[in-house]
């Protein structure tokens, strides 16, 4: 069995398979370790895909045209979809430039079937890792009572990595006590691929278009409110549910168990350390207000393909050269991010007071500025003038 590589990574979520396609693109050789097989999945999740995002899977030539739908619209209101406290963002019509929806396990797949084509990426699945030591210029790593050694270790292993802590770097945690609630309903009336967040008592209720007239509720609220909802038999949810989203969508009826997480805003102090490198969860966890948590990920990923093509193409260290502008690139924007969506958060969760009233005036000047709501689309499009060659157009 070969056990050296050029790049280890560790975890096969999302973010995982990602950094291992884009640094197979660059040109290394690439293991890939998980606890579990690679094609399982239990998360009933969906995610919103930036438009670079989408560039960055075009350009690693994955095909999910027929995964993604599109997001024709975007609502932030307080109160129903025609309330006067609302910000809107509308797309060009084909839902391009706003971004798609796409549900994580046909994500998931369509990164796992990629990968299976990939000679450069070895699966090594389920193993599990046990410890890792520097040796010179290398790392070895420990899984399973064999030893794989590679330049360069890639964290993708979640918000509770082992590799993280092994790598000595602390994180910055925030807990909100509160959760998300997530489920998916199919409904009587179309969407029209309109992605609604509702502000309400607590927290927020995000509905969010899918394929085959079918939307990902995801409410947000505190930990208790969301346990008893999550407990309420199903016919009582659907009433509550459609008493909150003001009747839109009609007839509904629940298509998906309802699970629940729990909300944090946790960043690592540092994103790199001596030839290892944190992406995804491992690196930041944002409150999931904004919708950018994967996004986030997938530019670590991204960025570090940048540095690996670097190193490559000068023959020189992977595990030192890929790491000079990670952290820096990385760390900034995560930490804006993270503060927006904390600032999000804090502000949505008032129903009244100093925070509501500026809740409602941000909404009514926003929405009255065809500038600053452009600024936000961009921004939450990921565009910028230093975007990863990936996520660039080619």
């Known amino acids: 069995m070969k056990t050296e590589f050029e790049i280890i990574i560790v975890g096969a979520g ?46 690693l030539g994955i095909d999910l045209s027929e995964k993604l ?27 391009g430039d706003l971004g798609a929806l796409i549900e994580n396990h046909a994500l998931k797949s369509a990164l796992a079937a990629k990968i299976e084509e990939i000679p450069e990426v ?3 699945a389920p193993i599990t890792v046990e410890n890792f030591e520097r040796i010179g210029e290398s790392i070895r790593l ?6 794989f050694t590679a330049k360069l270790l890639i964290a993708a292993d979640g918000h509770n990595s082992l590799l993280r802590r092994k790598a000595g770097i602390t994180v910055q945690r925030f807990d909100y006590d509160a959760e998300s609630l997530v489920t998916t309903i199919s409904h009587e009336l179309p969407h029209d691929g309109l992605a609604w967040q509702r502000i309400i008592k607590g927290g927020a209720l995000a509905i969010l278009p899918l394929l085959d007239n079918r939307s990902q509720i995801v409410w947000s609220g505190p930990s208790t409110a969301i346990a008893a909802a999550v407990q309420l038999p199903e016919k ?18 629940l298509v998906a168990p309802r699970q629940s997480y729990p909300l944090r805003l946790q960043v690592a102090d540092s994103f790199s350390n001596d030839r290892v490198a944190l992406v995804g969860d491992a690196a930041h966890v944002i409150h999931p207000l904004a919708g950018q948590g994967l996004n986030l990920g997938l530019r670590d990923a991204a960025a570090l393909a940048d540095g690996v093509k670097t190193a490559l193409s000068t023959g020189q260290d992977i595990g030192v050269i890929s790491l000079l502008d990670y952290d820096l690139w990385r760390n900034a924007d995560t930490r804006q991010f993270g503060l927006l969506t904390h600032l999000i958060s804090e502000i949505s ?20 500025s065809s500038i600053l709501t452009s600024a936000l689309a961009k921004r939450a499009s990921g565009e910028g003038p230093e975007l990863p060659a990936l996520m660039q157009r080619y």
């Not at 420990?142 to 030893?147: K, L, Q, V």
């Not at 009582?236 to 009826?253: A, I, N, P, Q, V």
């Not at 969760?349 to 009255?368: D, E, I, P, Q, W």
Request: proline letters at 2%; a negative charge.
């Open 14 to 59: 999302l973010v995982g398979l990602t950094t291992a396609l884009a640094c197979a693109h660059s040109g290394a050789q690439v293991a890939l370790l998980d606890r579990a097989e690679i094609t399982g999945t239990t998360d009933g999740r969906a995610s919103a895909l930036s438009t670079t995002s989408l560039r960055l899977f075009e350009n």
């Open 69 to 95: 739908q599109p997001i024709r619209e975007m609502l932030v209101t307080e109160g129903t979809p025609d309330s006067p406290w609302r910000l809107r963002f509308e797309g060009d019509g084909d839902g």
């Open 122 to 124: 070895r699966i090594f």
């Open 142 to 147: 420990r899984a399973d009572g064999n030893d």
């Open 236 to 253: 009582d949810f659907l009433t509550l549910l459609s008493e909150k989203m003001g009747g839109y969508l009609g007839d509904m009826r």
């Open 349 to 368: 969760g008032a129903k009244s007071g100093v925070f509501g009233h500026v809740r409602r005036l941000g909404m009514t000047l926003t929405n009255g």
